[in-house]
């Protein structure tokens, strides 16, 4: 157990040395899309702590929000493996052109927040990678990315057909695949794999496109304990106080401040 609470954190997906992960019983938590929010991230990682997880793996997207630099600092404590997501990237690298106005206003609050990013927390995001292999003791292994392993920005959801999956997928042979970016926790099965979404920390949706955005008051994580003859998944949620950030958004001069804060305000 070391300074942060959690079991072997330090590591960062690999042991000393280089050497991958034994293959091995594990209880991973996983987090997703915190975007900025340290009142829910503080929120998840005190309930980590309770449950006993060998290791932390954060699927990507800590950028767009208010205290994105705070939070990939809070991260980068951890020592934990992370997954490049699609605002992290967009955030460092540039925005794409929104073909349609919510993705407009999206695009400018996200370019905001993004000018306010520190320079360690640029150099931080340039670590992170596309996806993590985690072998397990069977031989098979848990695969783990943002969107899909094929881009960060593809969206995976209960609904979505299997004939789209394959090409997401294409020769990827995974037992577990876990993955995030659609802020909406699930699992479903696919051809003989479990895909497991624990949903965002920072911005989970209680409704989605094509309804207007609508957005939880909680936090969400996620816990595979996979190892010998046991798969064992759960989906948290924690409560945290949303009010302190609402006020951030409120006074912070951000583009769109109130419609983003009715998104959270709505029944």
């Not at 407009?104 to 340039?126: N, Q, S």
């Amino acid at each position: 157990m070391n300074d942060t609470g959690f079991k072997d954190m330090q590591v960062a997906g690999y042991a000393h040395g280089g050497r991958p992960w034994e293959a091995t019983r594990m209880r991973v938590a996983f987090i997703s899309d915190v975007h900025g929010n340290v009142g829910a991230l503080d929120a998840v990682l005190a309930d980590i702590k309770k449950q006993g997880v060998d290791r932390v793996v954060c699927l990507g997207d800590i950028c767009f929000g208010p205290q994105a630099s705070e939070c990939l600092a809070r991260i980068r404590d951890l020592g934990c493996p992370v997954i490049l997501g699609n605002w992290d990237a967009w955030s460092t690298t540039g925005f794409p052109v929104a073909d349609d106005p919510v993705g407009v206003m999206l695009y400018e609050i996200g370019g905001w927040w993004a000018e306010h990013l520190t320079d360690d927390a640029r150099e931080f995001v340039k670590t992170f990678q596309p996806t993590l292999d985690l072998p397990l003791e069977d031989g098979s292994r848990m695969l783990c990315f943002h969107g899909s392993p094929r881009s960060f920005n593809d969206w995976i959801f209960a609904t979505t057909p299997d004939d789209d999956l394959e090409q997401m997928f294409g020769a990827a042979d995974a037992a577990i695949l876990v993955g995030g970016h659609t802020h909406l926790q699930m699992m479903r099965r696919f051809g003989r794999s479990l895909i497991v979404n624990p949903g965002s920390v920072g911005q989970p949706f209680s409704q989605w496109w094509p309804q207007p955005i609508r957005v939880a008051h909680w936090a969400e994580y996620g816990i595979v304990d996979v190892g010998g003859d046991r798969l064992h998944v759960d989906l948290h949620r924690v409560p945290f106080d949303v009010e302190p950030l609402l006020a951030l958004f409120a006074n912070s001069g951000m583009p769109h401040a109130q419609w983003w804060i009715d998104s959270w305000n709505a029944d």
